[in-house]
């Protein structure tokens, strides 16, 4: 089956899992959210009676439907097999401090017949260049590499049935079966007997979905599964609930008022949704923010931190009231991942590492300084502004480079990507950035040399704030008008994204928000905007 687009997210601050609409598993991340992909699928089937296997992802006689816990990253899939009329409750969530899935499911009979219930798992995990061994348990099996371990554990059932090697020969008649307890395969199954559900009766599975680094010795890996299975499940669900929504509670920045409405009322399920979003693509450590958890595994994925777009969830965050979390990010990420000249590269793994790149974004790097300030402006914390200068003025330098260069045309620095990373040149969004970035730091000159006498050896001194100053005005001043000259087409009446291909994006519309290169109400905006609305609007609406 091909891997889009994930529709559910649950996790902690190590572990992270995507999954689909229908309740399947997509990607399981640890220990960090970003490079390191541990299964190729993990599927979840039921044969009732003496059905074959019904899975429970894709049967053409499955409804779902899918919800959080409310304020929560607890997710429920209900998957009712409308021929045997079977609801089953799939409960997903991962414990505050145990890096373990959780799945939780309650079957329940609403036929008028018994229904004899059993539980198959078909599991596969990436090789990553090794063998990959398989080793059933007394309650599931473990899948390994030399590196890693994905074990599939039950806290009080034992496994009925299992195969190691090419069960999936076997799994739609259900009939997977194995001499051997051990074995090499990158994809295993087991089974559990629920038994007997009589009518409108329902049973409890619980699953423990275990991924942890291959441990020292085979008695190591044992002693973790049986501390796993005394974990009171129940408790850790509570812990987890309650978690979340104090979580949202202490993040509720808006403050928003009960909804009137269906509309409203949606509007608040996104903002919460929103503020349990976040946590799930920081990382703890360096405040790296992830774009996104997208689980197409033919493409490069977005599991990497852009500084680009990490300066807007940051923004966000801001407003959520998640300052401890944006301070990492501009303190820790920014500051280990610039570079000697000042700038940033297009993107990196939220640990700091370099992330595979194809050119460079100077957009990236006017994006910092313009985010501190940004972020200075929520917390009015000048000590935060005064640790963050030395980063920002490295890459005001650089900044100060490239757009002397786009001025006198020396070629040097101005074959820049664009926000898209589809065409190189000089384009609109990325200069309007830089004026932008050149404006936060004449605030930030502004309010840090009100009190010189803060910095150590007092190095920052009014003069040198004053000639700082000076050439930044009279950059952001030559860089408007090269903007205004270079970027808009006389013959369409309208800014353009560059002055290459001369077409309308809606990245122009950066000039005007969040940048301030242009006020809204200006006739060439106005132009702008309504020739983007003619362009690119869609008959759904949408741009």
Not at 116 to 143: A, L, P, R
Not at 428 to 436: D, G, K, P
Not at 442 to 467: C, H
Request: hydrophobic fraction near 30%; proline fraction near 2%; aromatic fraction near 12%.
């Amino acid at each position: 089956m091909e891997k889009h687009l994930n529709d559910a997210i649950v996790g902690n601050r190590h572990l992270l899992i995507t999954l689909t609409k229908k309740g399947e598993i997509q990607k399981i991340y640890y220990p960090t959210k970003d490079n390191k992909q541990f299964i190729d699928f993990y599927h979840v089937g039921i044969k009732a009676n003496d059905s074959d296997l019904i899975y429970l992802h894709d049967d053409i006689n499955n409804v779902y439907k899918q919800y959080y816990d409310i304020n929560t990253n607890i997710l429920n899939t209900e998957i009712t097999n409308t021929y045997f009329n079977l609801k089953i409750l799939q409960t997903d969530f991962v414990p505050i401090k145990e890096n373990i899935l959780i799945r939780k499911y309650t079957v329940i009979n609403n036929s008028s017949i018994d229904l004899d219930i059993k539980f198959f798992i078909h599991s596969g995990i990436v090789e990553n260049n090794n063998f990959v061994g398989c080793k059933k348990v007394d309650y599931g099996i473990m899948q390994y590499t030399n590196d890693f371990i994905l074990s599939t554990i039950s806290q009080d059932k034992k496994v009925s049935n299992y195969q190691i090697k090419d069960s999936i020969n076997n799994l739609e008649s259900t009939n997977i079966s194995d001499e051997n307890y051990i074995g090499i395969s990158k994809d295993s199954s087991v089974a559990y007997k629920i038994g007997n559900i009589k009518p409108n009766e329902k049973k409890i599975l619980e699953i423990c979905v275990v991924i942890q680094e291959q441990p020292n010795s085979i008695s190591d890996f044992e002693k973790e599964i049986e501390r796993i299975r005394k974990i009171d499940l129940h408790s850790e669900y509570i812990k987890t609930k309650n978690y979340w929504k104090k979580y949202v509670r202490d993040h509720d920045g808006l403050e928003m008022k009960e909804p009137e409405n269906s509309y409203e009322e949606r509007i608040q399920d996104i903002y919460y949704r929103s503020i349990l979003l976040f946590p799930l693509l920081s990382n703890s450590e360096t405040g790296g923010i992830i774009a996104s958890q997208e689980a197409d595994k033919n493409l490069d994925n977005n599991a990497y931190c852009w500084p680009r777009f990490a300066t807007y969830i940051a923004r966000a965050m801001d407003i959520l009231k998640m300052d401890k979390e944006t301070e990492k990010f501009y303190k820790v990420f920014c500051k280990k991942t610039q570079s000697k000249n000042g700038m940033w590269e297009q993107k990196f793994y939220p640990n700091g590492k370099l992330a595979p790149n194809f050119g460079y974004s100077v957009d990236e790097t006017a994006s910092v300084i313009y985010g501190v300030y940004i972020h200075y402006k929520y917390t009015k914390n000048f000590k935060f502004l005064k640790d963050c200068l030395p980063m920002c003025e490295k890459a005001l330098d650089f900044l100060k480079r490239y757009v002397k260069d786009i001025l006198t045309k020396t070629g040097k620095y101005e074959e820049t990507y664009d926000l898209w990373e589809m065409n190189k040149g000089t384009n609109t969004y990325s200069l309007s950035a830089i004026y932008s970035a050149f404006d936060s730091m004449l605030e930030i000159y502004k309010i840090l040399g009100k009190d010189v006498s803060n910095f150590e050896n007092n190095r920052l001194k009014d003069e040198k704030i004053s000639k700082s100053k000076v050439e930044v005005e009279k950059l952001r001043k030559e860089l408007k008008l090269y903007i205004e000259e270079k970027m808009y087409d006389d013959e369409k009446k309208c800014y353009v994204r560059n002055p290459k291909d001369k077409k309308i994006d809606i990245s122009i519309l950066g000039a005007v928000t969040p940048f301030k290169v242009f006020s809204p109400k200006e006739k060439k905006i106005e132009n702008t905007v309504e020739r983007i609305n003619m362009s690119l609007r869609t008959y759904t609406g949408r741009i």
